[in-house]
């Protein structure tokens, strides 16, 4: 059984900052962040290899890093310069390295206020 949790979601005013986490019960290769706002689907949000190679859709760029801790099959999201628009449900995703498979979390919620 595979199990993605994530935390750090949370209220924040606009231009402060939050951090997610996402443990994953095994290894994975591929870890990413995506999120979904009420009414629309669900987006990337940025990815990170195992072995560090990054990437990150254009509205975040600059503003939100994607990292992660192998040995703690752990991944990270440190988002600044927050937004209103960045309110959503994130969602973490991995790629398994024992069966390819990907899988989802729970998604936690991240409101930004004005």
């Known amino acids: 059984q595979v199990q993605l949790v994530e935390s750090g979601g949370g209220l924040v005013q606009a231009g402060g900052s939050l951090g997610l986490s996402c443990l994953a019960s095994r290894s994975t290769l591929i870890m990413g962040w995506y999120r979904q706002a009420p009414g629309e689907k669900r987006d990337l949000v940025a990815t990170i290899t195992r072995g560090g190679d990054t990437s990150y859709a254009d509205s975040v760029k600059c503003r939100f890093t994607i990292s992660r801790d192998n040995a703690k099959n752990t991944v990270y999201l440190q988002m600044n310069s927050l937004k209103t628009e960045d309110t959503a449900v994130y969602y973490c995703?991995?790629?398994?390295?024992?069966?390819?498979?990907?899988?989802w979390g729970q998604g936690t919620q991240v409101t930004v206020s004005s």
């Open positions: 995703n991995a790629q398994m390295l024992d069966n390819g498979y990907t899988y």
